[in-house]
């Protein structure tokens, strides 16, 4: 960034006073929360994330450096519920993005669906990427696509499913002009998200248990290793036969279980 696009110290100053000022906004609405979903407390929790994330952007652009904050993302969590009680009717809304990884494999299918339509009288959808996309999904329902993407050349992408609630259900056609609209947030009652960014966390998390475990079983060899030399000292060596004789070393059975 040049120097002359660059946020002065006084920008950055006053960014710092609103991030005090939206601390103190935050603190009195828990403490006047009147329960658990206070709009109040939301509406100063989203006031305070948008102070601290324009301040670290500033202060990064000014001074390159960072916050010590992680700014949650409008779709980490949901506003507080304030849908009917007791819905009567509901809607479930899915998103789900894919990338056409092999083109050709996709057309094949669509060569197939078009050979077997005999009342077919386009036979040329197949021959590009977007007729063969209609083709497919004209031909099989969403679930089945999403369970054999890889064989129609798809690659899976982020998808997301959410259920709202309704007092009562829309009449026949009200909707399907613009179906995703007037989604309210507010009326979700529970969402459900898919996203390889969740597979690099939980990979990250896996590798820092697989490592504790590392170390969990060296220090378990270890264990084996004092234990087995304790043994060795405490009596004779072995001569590798079983039983009470000379040359015999005899175990404890606990102690024997727990090695």
Not at 82 to 99: K, M, N, Q, W
Not at 187 to 212: G, K, N, Q
Request: aromatic letters at 6%; hydrophobic letters at 35%; glycine letters at 6%.
């Amino acid at each position: 960034m040049s120097d002359a696009a660059q946020p002065t110290a006084a920008e950055v100053r006053a960014a710092a006073e609103a991030v005090k000022t939206a601390l103190d906004r935050h603190l009195a609405a828990v403490e006047r929360r009147s329960g658990e979903d206070d709009p109040a407390v939301y509406d100063a929790f989203n006031q305070l994330a948008a102070a601290a994330e324009a301040y670290d952007e500033l202060l990064y652009d000014r001074y390159d450096e960072v916050t010590p904050f992680e700014i949650p993302g409008a779709d980490d969590t949901l506003p507080p519920y304030t849908g009917p009680e007791e819905p009567s009717a509901l809607s479930v809304l899915i998103r789900r993005d894919y990338a056409v990884a092999e083109p050709q494999r996709l057309m094949a299918h669509a060569r197939r669906i078009e050979a077997a339509d005999e009342e077919s009288t386009d036979t040329d959808a197949s021959g590009t990427v977007h007729g063969a996309l209609s083709l497919l999904f004209g031909e099989f329902e969403p679930d089945e696509i999403a369970s054999r993407h890889k064989e129609f050349g798809l690659e899976e992408g982020d998808s997301t499913l959410w259920v709202t609630a309704a007092d009562e259900a829309a009449d026949p056609g009200e909707w399907l002009e613009a179906p995703f609209e007037q989604v309210d947030p507010q009326s979700v009652v529970c969402r459900f998200d898919v996203s390889a960014v969740f597979d690099d966390e939980f990979d990250d998390d896996l590798d820092d248990d697989e490592e504790e475990d590392g170390d969990a079983d060296g220090d378990a060899a270890e264990l084996d290793e004092d234990l087995a030399a304790e043994l060795d000292e405490d009596g004779p060596e072995d001569d590798g036969a079983e039983g009470d004789g000379p040359g015999d070393t005899a175990v404890p059975a606990r102690l024997e279980a727990d090695r």
